[in-house]
């Protein structure tokens, strides 16, 4: 136990959390099990430490622990519960739970057996929490841990504190809202590194990002979906394959027959690999209005625009991209589907959006938002497509 409280006091001393996540205040701290889930890389850990270190300091009563540690083969989640407990612990961080068998029983076991105990765990996006855990139905609170937002990459790279506004200020307030930013910083100065490297916060690490992000796609496959879900070693070429045709394809609606032929194995597969994807959140599914999952999405976008510039960079359009931005900056609150003629998106049900590139041709509907790229004041429907990264 002692090597334990020695790692955990080493890596909470050296954590700088480049960014305080908003998360932080967002989470209800006084529940007794917290899982945060989130995509590989956006910094699940960083997090966790982070929180220890603001909250805790070195007190103790909080340690953290990663079930990477080998220890864990021989030991479950509810006996070192048990032994941290005895020992006067109060907050058990668990990060990687899902690395351990049986994770979500010994959880519920930790909850009732150790009232006074409180379990902050991290997993990936694929799990789903309450619906595959019964046993943790009732008991736990989830929360998503996204990646960085514009708003907090350009508070990072300025030095500035821009607060978060919710869609509804935005599309009311804009111009005000626009007018306060622009006197500190030039947004769009920022906004295509962005793009290409400032979803995930290992883009300050000093080492190639592509490279990086790659190696993290990879592994967002082979432990998060292989792992998670179940699946043999032997289908992990087919999904990687399949990932990387719908890269190349674009956002266009899958043609799952060819697909099918091209790695080799059933329609139903491919459609169950691509929810898996997007359950990973490698990609994003774009469905019409009332339309789910297991009809065919309408079409398929990768999850950010780091990503587009990682797997296949010879065929970045830019009006792709534009359209993955909102789609990824709107999808923490917001439902989006495939947009009616002559739009976009169709925005919780109601909303028309059209995203507009440099040079864009439209004639002005006052029934559509147009989210214009490379401009920095937008005028009552037209705003600033840089403007949406600040919803989170």
Known sequence: MEVFYQTHAYLV????????????????????????????????????????KEKFGTDRSCLYVNMNNFYFQSYSIADF??????????????????KQPNWSNELRICY????????????????????????????????????????????????????????????????????????????????????????YPFFLEKRNFSENLLKTMN???????????????????????????????????????????????????VMNYIKYLADSRLINMVYPKGESFPKKPSKIMMHNTNLMYSIYPVKVEEQDVLET?????????????????????????????RICGEGCKFKNNPNTFYAMHKIEVGHQNQIPLWLFGFLY
């Not at 519960?81 to 899902?98: M, S, T």
């Not at 990932?243 to 266009?252: E, I, K, M, R, S």
Request: hydrophobic letters at 40%.
């Open 13 to 52: 001393e050296h954590t700088n959390a480049a960014v305080r996540r908003d998360l932080m205040d967002e989470i209800n701290w006084n529940d007794r099990l917290i899982g945060i889930k989130g995509t590989r890389g956006v910094g699940k850990t960083t997090f966790l430490l982070q929180y220890a």
């Open 81 to 98: 519960a048990g032994e941290f407990y005895k020992r006067g612990g109060k907050v058990l961080l668990i990060d990687q739970v899902f």
């Open 112 to 199: 009732d057996r150790y009232p006074n105990l409180k379990i902050v765990f991290t997993g990936s996006s694929v799990m789903r929490l309450k619906e595959e855990n019964p046993e943790l139905n009732g008991i736990v609170k989830s929360y998503n841990l996204r990646g960085f937002s514009f708003r907090e990459f350009l508070n990072l790279q300025t030095g500035n504190r821009f607060s978060c506004y919710t869609l509804n200020e935005i599309l009311e307030n804009h111009e005000q809202i626009v007018k306060a930013i622009l006197p500190k910083v030039r947004p769009l100065s920022y906004f295509q590194d962005y793009l290409h490297h400032g979803f």
């Open 219 to 269: 592994m967002m496959i082979e432990v998060d979906i292989l792992l998670i879900k179940q699946i043999e070693l032997k289908y992990l070429s087919k999904i990687k394959k399949l990932l990387y045709l719908l890269a190349v394809d674009g956002p266009t609606a899958p043609n799952v027959s060819q697909l099918a032929a091209d790695i080799q194995t059933s329609r139903a597969t």
């Open 325 to 353: 931005f909102f789609l990824n900056t709107m999808y923490k609150d917001h439902k989006l589907y495939k947009g009616d003629k002559g739009t976009s998106f169709l925005v919780d049900g109601h909303m028309h959006f």
